[in-house]
Every structure is written in C-alpha cells, then in structure tokens.
C-alpha cells in the first residue's frame, strides 16, 4: 500500500509520488530554488506531458536533450530552470539505468545500514549530502524505508517532531512550519555575514 504524502498539495501529484520512487527521487532533485509544492509536483507534470501515468528511466534518459528541456519549458514551466534541471533529470536517469537498470527503488530496497544507503543516495548525479540526509530522512519518515541507523546517517534532518525539510512535510499546517524554519535559517545566515564582513583577517600565527 502506498504511503499518503503531501508534498505537492495536489492530490494527483501526491498519489504518484506516493506509488512511484523514480518521482520522489525526481521531486527531491527539483527541489531546489522552487517553492517545495512546485519541485514535487513536477515529477507528475512531466509524466502527464509525456502520455504516461508514471516515469521511466530508461525512457527519459533515452530523450533527445533539446526535446525534453522543451517539454519541462512548456507553461506552466516545471522549474524555475527548466533547461539545466532537465539536463539533470536525464542524468539522473542515465546514472539509474546504468547502476540499477533502471529501478530506483533499488538505491534502497538492498541497504543494510543508513550509512551504506546515505553513500548511495550521494553518487546519484544532482544530490549532495545535504540533499541525500533529507531524502534519507523523508525514506524513513514517510515511505517506511529504515535501515539500521537511518536517523543517525539522516543526521539532524532524521530528528522526530522537527520541521527542518521536506521530510517532515505531512499537510500544509507542517508545510507552513517547514518554510518558516527556512526563512529562520536564511536570516540567521545573512545576519552572520553581515555580522562578519568588513572585520579584518585574522593574522595567520608564525611557524613554530
């Protein structure tokens, strides 16, 4: 049974993220420089423009470049990016079908440990470690996906009752929560560099 999630806001959208990992990992790919509701609801835009109910690797890796940034241009467009996201995409896909022909659920159905499944989410093209840790922690939290260690390899993300990502992201009462904590952190960190610019380096000490 798949798991409800509400990362979208839109039924639709959310039903196929629900049922389809290639889309969750494609969501958590666009999720970036977008409001979260419209990166996780990309994945079914871009189904639906290409005739399908859900995403094939094999199939989008196999596009041809122009005609897919086309696609993803289209309006309403499905990133703010749509041309250097869809080259993404495509190597997203690529990576998938040459390491795990394909299937995406096989990045975590096999994963022993949290570390060892954090170690693959990395290698895929497009996830740093913070975005890998978030997805780690959105594996464990909404799709039962917990190998052992999951939370400590999710790091602060894989906390319970926090609302860091869109791991924690169950309706738009958390969603709210969510954007609020990222609006903090944005305003922490600007407050930071404002705090810090114009002091003078610090003298490197002499060799010893």
């Not at 990992?21 to 420089?33: C, F, H, I, N, R």
């Not at 596009?63 to 897919?68: H, R, S, V």
């Not at 080259?87 to 949290?114: H, N, P, S």
Request: proline content about 6%; charged content about 25%; aromatic content about 6%.
């Amino acid at each position: 049974m798949s798991p409800a999630i509400h990362l979208a806001q839109q039924p639709e959208a959310d039903e196929l993220l629900g049922r389809s990992p290639l889309a969750a990992l494609v969501g958590m790919l666009l999720d970036q420089q977008v409001p979260m509701e419209w990166a996780f609801s990309g994945p079914y835009t871009i189904a639906t423009r290409m005739g399908h109910e859900d995403l094939d690797a094999h199939e989008i890796a196999a596009q041809d470049p122009e005609a897919f940034a086309a696609l993803l241009s289209e309006k309403p467009a499905v990133h703010r990016y749509p041309g250097s996201m869809a080259k993404r995409i495509q190597q997203l896909c690529r990576f998938l079908v040459d390491e795990y022909g394909g299937d995406a659920e096989a990045v975590w159905r096999d994963a022993a440990t949290g570390r060892e499944l954090l170690a693959r989410l990395e290698a895929l093209p497009g996830f740093g470690k913070q975005k890998a840790q978030i997805f780690l922690a959105l594996l464990g939290k909404q799709y039962a996906v917990r190998p052992q260690g999951w939370q400590e390899a999710a790091g602060a993300y894989g906390e319970q009752n926090c609302y860091r990502s869109a791991a924690d992201i169950t309706g738009p009462e958390s969603l709210a929560k969510v954007r609020a904590h990222k609006q903090e952190m944005k305003a922490a960190a600007k407050a930071a560099k404002a705090a810090t610019a114009g002091k003078p380096a610090k003298a490197d000490k002499a060799d010893k």
